[in-house]
C-alpha cells in the first residue's frame, strides 16, 4: 500500500449502503442525541440555577454532565451527517479532533467520578471533618485537575496516534477510534501509541480500585449506622454514582475484552455505539431517578419554562 502520512481525509465504515436506511438510521441517532443532551443539559441548567444545589457533590455532577454532553457529541453529529448526505469520509483534521476530545472528555470524566467517589467517602465516613475538607477551594481544585488530567492525556494520545505513519485511509469504524487506526500503521511508531495506551490502562485501573477500596469503606460505614433512615440517605447518594461507574466500567469491557476471533465490522461498530452513546445517554437519567433534590429542581425548570413570571424566584428563595 502507498504511503499516505499526507492524506487529507479518512474514509469510514457506512452503517449502510441502501438510502432509505441511511436516512433512518439519521433519524435514530438524532433521537439519541437530542434526548442525551437535553437530559444533561438540564442537569446543567437545574444545578446552576438552584441554589440548594450549590454543593461540592452537584458542583462535581454538574462537571460530568457537561462532560458527558461533549463526549457524545464528538462522534454522533458527524456520524448523523454522514448518513444524511450519503457520505464515507472526515478530513484529517476532523480525525485529529475527534482522537482529542474523546480522550479529553472521557479520561477527564473517569477523573470526576473519582473525585465524586472521594466526596461521597469523607461525606459518610468522615461528616465532622468535610466542611473543612472538601471546601469551595478544594472543590474548585479538583475539578479543574481532572480537566487538566483529560487535557493532558488527550494532548499524550492524540499525539501518538497521528505520529504515525498510514499506510490506508478506509477506518474499520463509523469514526476515528484509536485502534482502528494503528492497523492503518506500517511503522513501529504504533508501539508508542500502544506504550501510551498501556499507561493509560494502568492509571485508569488504579482509579477504579481506588474507587472499589473507597466504597468497601462507604458501606461498611453505612451497615454500623443506628438510623435507618441515615443509612437510606447515604444510600441515595451513593447508588447512582456507582451506578454510573458501572455502566462506565460494564460498557468499556463489553468493547475492550472482546474474544481475539471476534473482529467483524459489524460487532466492532455495536461495541463502539455502546461505550460511546450509552452513559452519557444514561447517566441523567440514573443520577434523576433516585435524587429527590434533582428531581425538585427539574420540576422547578419545567415551572420556569411553562410559567416564567412565577417561576424564576422558586430558584434563588
Known amino acids: 500500500m502507498s504511503n499516505l502520512t499526507s492524506t487529507t481525509e479518512f474514509l469510514v465504515l457506512e452503517f ?48 460530568l454532565a457537561i462532560l458527558d454532553l461533549g463526549s457524545i457529541s464528538v462522534f454522533i453529529p458527524k456520524a448523523m451527517a454522514n448518513s444524511f448526505l450519503n457520505s ?52 474548585i481544585e479538583m475539578a479543574v485537575s481532572s480537566w487538566v488530567t483529560g487535557i493532558l492525556y488527550a494532548i ?30 506500517c511503522s513501529d511508531l504504533y508501539l508508542i501509541e500502544v506504550g501510551f495506551a498501556i499507561f493509560g490502562c494502568i492509571i485508569s485501573g488504579g482509579c ?6 473507597t466504597y468497601i469503606q462507604i458501606f461498611a460505614t453505612v451497615l454500623r449506622m443506628p438510623s435507618v433512615h441515615g443509612r437510606k ?43 460511546s452513546i450509552l452513559p452519557p445517554l444514561m447517566n441523567p437519567f440514573i443520577y434523576s431517578m433516585r435524587n429527590k433534590e434533582i428531581q425538585t429542581a427539574l420540576l422547578k425548570l419545567i415551572d420556569l419554562f411553562i410559567f416564567p413570571k412565577l417561576a424564576p424566584a422558586k430558584f434563588f428563595y
Open 88 to 139: 464515507r469520509s472526515i478530513s484529517y483534521s476532523g480525525c485529529v479532533a475527534q482522537v482529542f476530545f474523546y480522550f479529553l472528555f472521557e479520561a477527564s470524566g473517569f477523573a470526576i467520578l473519582t473525585v465524586m467517589a472521594h466526596d461521597r467517602y469523607i461525606a459518610i465516613c468522615n461528616p465532622l471533618q468535610y466542611e473543612t475538607i472538601i471546601h469551595k477551594g478544594a472543590c
Open 208 to 213: 477504579f480500585i481506588y474507587i472499589i477500596i
Open 16 to 63: 449502510s449502503d441502501i438510502r432509505e436506511l441511511q436516512i433512518l438510521h439519521f433519524f435514530v441517532f438524532l433521537t439519541v442525541y437530542l434526548t442525551a443532551v437535553t437530559g444533561n443539559l438540564l442537569i446543567i441548567i437545574a444545578v446552576a440555577l438552584d441554589h440548594r444545589l450549590h454543593t461540592p457533590m452537584y458542583l462535581f455532577l454538574l462537571n
Open 233 to 275: 440517605k447515604a444510600l441515595s447518594t451513593c447508588i447512582p454514582h456507582l451506578t454510573v461507574v458501572s455502566l462506565l466500567i460494564c460498557s468499556g469491557i463489553f468493547a475492550y475484552a472482546k474474544p481475539p476471533g471476534s473482529s467483524s465490522s459489524e460487532l466492532n461498530v455495536i461495541c463502539a455505539l455502546i461505550y
Open 156 to 185: 499524550l494520545h492524540t499525539s501518538g496516534t497521528f505520529s504515525i505513519t498510514f499506510c490506508s485511509n478506509m477506518i474499520n469504524q463509523f469514526f476515528c477510534e484509536v485502534p482502528q487506526l494503528l492497523k492503518l500503521s
